[in-house]
């Protein structure tokens, strides 16, 4: 099975109404789908690159690419995991999680999206705590961080929830503008005070080598 050389296929994250897990082919298409009919209100642009601002085949193709890049760089010294929420038995989204020299710096860096039938229905909180638990519960992270546009007020609000403090800001060119990102920091103390949604981690002893390396 393809799982006996790469078990992330067997890690499963949890929550009281998402099932978080790397995406198989068939799971990968349809997150493809999803970003192809929208992610976000086209008059703006909620992140840094512009991937959402190309015709619906290449979202698409470029989402399945971006998925396969992942998988092809991993390695413990530099990683990046593309996990899909899947709730009831439709994707409806997805969460990132990575880090660099994690076994040293034990901190890692979160990011999302949701389609946009998906959004206002508090998933992207689950789907954040998902990941939080599995770096600080299962693999000793010590810091987490997330970055925000300004006017991003919805992912603003799922990072106050979860614990973070505002950590300063970034500029950034989108558009042919200016927009400047609210970047935010979550320590293990903040985590676990503001702990709350349960999150069950399946796999990880299967997997823990490829995030950490040997030893």
Not at 61 to 82: F, I, M, T, Y
Request: glycine share 12%; hydrophobic share 45%; net charge negative.
């Amino acid at each position: 099975m393809l799982s006996d050389h790469w078990p992330l296929y067997r890690l499963v994250l949890r929550t009281p109404r998402l099932e978080l897990r790397l995406p198989g082919d068939e799971l990968l298409a349809e997150l493809a789908q999803l970003a192809a009919g929208g992610v976000h209100d086209p008059a703006v642009q909620p992140f840094t690159a512009a991937w959402t601002d190309a015709p619906a085949d290449e979202i698409a193709r470029g989402v399945l690419q971006w998925n396969w890049r992942l998988r092809a760089d991993w390695s413990p010294h530099k990683w990046e995991l593309g996990l899909v929420a899947i709730a009831g038995d439709r994707v409806v989204g997805t969460q990132g999680i990575g880090a660099e020299d994690f076994a040293v710096l034990r901190e890692v860096g979160t990011g999302s999206w949701l389609g946009r039938g998906h959004h206002g229905r508090g998933y992207g909180t689950e789907m954040r705590a998902a990941v939080l638990e599995l770096a600080f519960a299962g693999l000793g992270a010590e810091f987490a961080t997330s970055e925000a546009f300004a006017d991003n007020h919805a992912s603003y609000a799922v990072s106050r929830k979860l614990g973070y403090a505002d950590d300063g800001l970034s500029r950034h060119a989108v558009r042919d503008r200016v927009a400047t990102g609210r970047r935010l920091r979550l320590d293990r103390a903040a985590w676990e005070a503001a702990r709350s949604i349960p999150v069950q981690v399946e796999g990880l002893d299967l997997c823990r080598g490829m995030f950490l390396g040997a030893g």
